[in-house]
């Protein structure tokens, strides 16, 4: 009797136990769950236990999250004009023939594969946006059950590369989604989808890396505006785009989305893939689901990444931070203080990387928002609290002035530039402001530092080492003088459509151009 209350006292300390375990679990439980989230979304932000990674198996992830990855068929009806011979010209064949060849409008449909996750037991789904972009007809298959269903788009989003699908279906398995911002570097992840058309295939790799841009990759998905993709060698081909990207406790923390290939052709693994991450997915999501539209949050800064010389000359600790280029008058930058040429290193105490990562971090964020900015200033820390607007579309491309403008005197050196003063035509022909100082590059060597460091014809130089330049003697004189041999310059660069951004450069002058 002794043996059995003493097993039975022990049972009980163990249920009170667990019991305040679940409790635990359950108060946590809820607390991740955001504000504006979407009912039915199950979300899990709890650090993964990378521990439990012992690499023997992954069945029950695999088990887990299959389920919840579904197959996306897309098509469009496309017209077209047929072949005209040039025989059929001929009267003396049309008396034959008849006018049978006459370039009649014909029509066929466009099929294309993808791939997209179930986010909620009612039908909402994850995609890609360029797999049903453009498509009259949507169909959705669902794991082993081939049930197909018809699906509309909610929501499009060509930016980040997000769309929203919703079927109508009811208790269908929903994948948990995780928090991209709590990856690292070496982190195991499966991508399953449906590759080429086999089939759901599962692969397993790690995260080779974090805030990719694909601008800097051959070109590849410049069309996007918010980019830092996750990059893993696990497999990926085409069909998998849309679909999941899990940690190893099946937890969705990216979006297939893209892959380098060696031939450009989009075909063949270089074990280069990339995945939205799902906090960026998520906001787009939120958006459409709560208030039928996107709205970013806006800073009103024009952000550029940071190099060691452009950190030495700028007395940041080191090359991580976006670097403030310019920032638009009446902007909630302009009023919370940030001017050119600070560096921002953090938001609400989330360390930026780059001026991409950057971008991203502010769409995330909701219009209203307070976000508090960790910022170099001429090496000196300061903090400024900004409330974001709503982001306004925008979208321009580079554009050299008119070669056919007046010449006027230029300035040449030995630095390898040449240069001349501003007239007020020059400035009415550039979109400055008329009382806009600066000297206008007419010429750049190039085999110079000048222009290894990035400066162009028909860009201006402002300033050189936080000192205005104000003509093209200006220009000159200062940039003999380099603050040993390291030049920090600032330049507006003309865009199509009117006006201009500025960006600082970083000039080595004690290192020879290659």
């Known amino acids: 009797m002794k043996l059995i209350r003493n097993v039975l006292g022990i049972s009980a300390v163990a249920l009170i136990i667990i019991s305040a375990v679940a409790v635990v679990r359950f108060v946590a439980r809820a607390a991740d769950t955001p504000a504006g989230a979407i009912a039915g979304i199950h979300i899990d932000s709890t650090p993964l236990n990378r521990d439990l990674q012992s690499g023997n198996s992954y069945s029950p992830v695999v088990k887990k999250v299959a389920p919840s990855v579904v197959n996306i068929y897309s098509s469009r009806l496309i017209k077209e004009h047929s072949y005209r011979n040039p025989m059929m010209a001929d009267p003396f064949f049309r008396q034959f023939f008849g006018d049978l060849d006459s370039g009649r409008e014909l029509s066929r449909r466009e099929n294309w594969l993808g791939s997209g996750i179930v986010v909620t037991p009612d039908g909402y789904i994850l995609t890609a946006n360029h797999v049903v972009e453009g498509a009259d007809k949507i169909q959705v298959g669902i794991g082993n059950d081939k049930a197909e269903y018809s699906a509309r788009v909610i929501g499009m989003d060509p930016p980040t590369d997000v769309a929203i699908l919703k079927i109508d279906a009811k208790n269908i398995p929903a994948v948990t989604l995780g928090d991209s911002d709590q990856l690292e570097v070496g982190d195991v992840v499966l991508a399953i989808g449906n590759p080429l058309g086999v089939g759901q295939t599962v692969t397993r790799g790690i995260i080779s890396a974090l805030g990719r841009s694909l601008a800097d990759s051959g070109g590849m998905g410049a069309q996007r505006q918010y980019q830092s993709f996750i990059q893993t060698d696990a497999a990926i081909n085409q069909g998998n785009s849309g679909g999941a990207l899990v940690d190893g406790q099946g937890r969705l923390i990216g979006i297939n989305d893209a892959i380098l290939s060696a031939n450009d052709g989009g075909v063949g693994i270089t074990g280069i893939g990339f995945a939205v991450p799902i906090n960026l997915a998520r906001s787009v999501m939120e ?79 909701r219009p209203g928002t307070k976000a508090e900015l960790a910022v170099y200033r001429n090496g000196t820390p300061k903090t400024f609290v900004a409330v974001l607007g709503e982001r306004p579309d925008a979208g321009q491309t580079y554009v050299q002035p008119d070669q056919s403008s007046p010449e006027q005197p230029a300035k040449t050196t030995r630095l390898g530039i040449e240069v001349q003063d501003l007239d007020s035509q020059l400035r009415l022909q550039l979109g400055m402001p008329q009382n806009a100082g600066g000297a206008l590059v007419n010429r750049v060597d190039h085999d110079s530092n000048w222009y290894e460091a990035g400066l162009r014809y028909g860009d201006v130089i402002t300033e050189i080492n936080r000192q205005p330049v104000a003509t093209a003697k200006d220009a000159l004189d200062q940039g003999k003088a380099a603050h040993n041999g390291q030049l920090v310059v600032k330049i507006w660069r003309p865009l199509r459509g009117g006006g201009g951004i500025t960006r600082y450069l970083s000039v080595d002058t004690n290192r020879s151009a290659n």
Do not use: C, M, W
């Open 287 to 365: 958006g459409f689901l709560n208030g039928g539209k996107v709205a970013r949050g806006y800073l009103g800064v024009d952000p550029q990444d940071i190099d060691a010389g452009l950190a030495r000359g700028l007395g940041a600790p080191d090359a991580n931070g976006a670097l403030v280029a310019d920032v638009t008058p009446g902007s909630p930058a302009a009023n919370a203080g940030l001017v050119s040429g600070d560096i921002i290193v953090s938001i609400n105490s989330k360390p930026i990387t780059g001026a991409d990562h950057l971008r991203v971090i502010i769409s995330e964020l």
